[in-house]
């Protein structure tokens, strides 16, 4: 079982930045499959980015791509979402996921609580 917590969310303007931070614990041998996803209410989570099998490769919604980036440092069991130039279609609770399989929600099976990010 891994514990995933969010942080970092808030409320900023149109065209600035925020980075959010998702920090594990428990059993984290495969944290190298993360993720993070949005959703609004009363719409399912959307991927927004997420690291392959192995953390090579990096997956992007079309609609961050440019403008969002995911790392992590191993060393602290921290995935990271770093959110540039950020739009109000933004907004959003974002979750970190962790055991999937790039974008697709459904493949993930251990979630964080999530952080509110508002764009005004």
């Known amino acids: 079982q891994v514990q995933l917590v969010e942080s970092g969310g808030g409320t900023a303007q149109a065209g600035r930045s925020l980075r959010l931070s998702c920090t594990a614990s428990?059993?984290?041998?495969?944290?190298?499959?993360l993720g993070w996803f949005r959703q609004t209410p009363g719409k399912v989570h959307e991927g927004v980015a997420a690291?392959?099998?192995?953390?090579?490769?990096?997956y992007y919604a079309g609609s961050v791509k440019g403008r969002f980036t995911i790392s992590l440092d191993k060393a602290k069991n921290t995935v990271y979402l770093q959110m540039n130039n950020l739009k109000s279609e933004d907004t959003a609770m974002y979750y970190c996921?962790?055991?999937?399989?790039?974008?697709?929600?459904?493949?993930?099976?251990?979630w964080g609580q999530g952080t509110q990010v508002t764009v005004s």
């Open positions: 996921a962790a055991r999937g399989y790039r974008l697709d929600p459904l493949r993930y099976n251990s």
């Open positions: 690291f392959g099998s192995g953390g090579g490769s990096t």
């Open positions: 428990g059993n984290t041998y495969s944290l190298n499959c």
